[in-house]
T-cell receptor, first 116, second 113 residues
C-alpha cells in the first residue's frame, strides 16, 4: 500500500550544526515530494519540494535530495538557528488517473530542537 | 484573502454525539482534503476532493463523512463520535491536486470523552 516512513522522530542539534531528516516511500510511481514545517499551534507550511525529474534542490539553508532508485529523499538544514525548531513532515504523492487526482501521504513527522 | 479557515478551534464531544467540522477556502482551489494529526503518527489523510461533487477516501476514512457541494466548502462530519477520534484535524486546499502546494488551515482540536 501507499506508505511514507520518516526518521528520526526527534532530532536535537546545537545552533549552527546541520540537521538531516530522511524519508522512504513505497510507490515507485510517486513523482512529487514536498516538505512541510509545522510551528506550535499552527498548520503545516510548505518549505521546499522536489519533483522526480530532479535529484537535488536548494533554497538558502535548506536542501532536498531525491534518490528514485532507492525510493528515498532527505531534507538538509545547514547552519541551524533556534527558529528552525519545529515539527517537519515529508510527503509523497500517489496519483491516480491524472495529476489532479490522487493523494498526498505524509510521514510521521520529526521534532527538531535547535539548542542555542 | 482569508486562506483556509476552520471552525470551531476547539470542541469537546461525548461518545455517540455527532458534529460537523467546517472548512472553507477563498482561493478558488479545486482540491481539498482533511487530515488528522496524532502524536507519533503524523498527518493521516481522511478524505479528499478533487472538485465540487467529487470526493474519495484517504488512509483513515472510517467514522467520517464528507461532501463537496461548492468549490469553497468541504465539511467533515462525525456521525457518532468515539474516543479514538480525539485528535487535531486539519483541512487543506491546493490549486489543482496533490502535486501542488497544500495550504493548511489552523486546525480544530477535538476531544471525545
Amino acid at each position: 500500500g501507499e506508505n511514507v516512513e520518516q526518521h528520526p522522530s526527534t532530532l536535537s542539534v546545537q545552533e549552527g550544526d546541520s540537521a538531516v531528516i530522511k524519508c522512504t516511500y513505497s510507490d515507485s510511481a510517486s513523482n512529487y515530494f514536498p516538505w512541510y514545517k509545522q510551528e506550535l499551534g499552527k498548520g503545516p507550511q510548505l518549505i521546499i519540494d522536489i519533483r522526480s525529474n530532479v535529484g537535488e534542490k536548494k533554497d538558502q539553508r535548506i536542501a532536498v535530495t531525491l534518490n528514485k532508485t532507492a525510493k528515498h529523499f532527505s531534507l538538509h538544514i545547514t547552519e541551524t538557528q533556534p527558529e528552525d525548531s519545529a515539527v517537519y513532515f515529508c510527503a509523497a504523492s500517489f496519483t491516480l488517473f491524472s495529476s489532479n487526482t490522487g493523494k498526498l501521504i505524509f510521514g510521521q513527522g520529526t521534532t527538531l530542537q535547535v539548542k542555542p | 484573502n482569508a486562506g483556509v479557515t476552520q471552525t470551531p478551534k476547539f470542541q469537546v464531544l461525548k461518545t455517540g454525539q455527532s458534529m460537523t467540522l467546517q472548512c472553507a477556502q477563498d482561493m478558488n482551489h479545486e482540491y481539498m482534503s482533511w487530515y488528522r494529526q496524532d502524536p507519533g503518527m503524523g498527518l493521516r489523510l481522511i478524505h479528499y476532493s478533487v472538485g465540487a461533487g467529487i470526493t474519495d477516501q484517504g488512509e483513515v476514512p472510517n467514522g467520517y463523512n464528507v461532501s463537496r457541494s461548492t468549490t469553497e466548502d468541504f465539511p467533515l462530519r462525525l456521525l457518532s463520535a468515539a474516543p479514538s477520534q480525539t485528535s487535531v484535524y486539519f483541512c487543506a486546499s491546493s490549486l489543482q491536486g496533490p502535486l501542488y502546494e497544500q495550504y493548511f488551515g489552523p486546525g480544530t482540536r477535538l476531544t471525545v470523552t
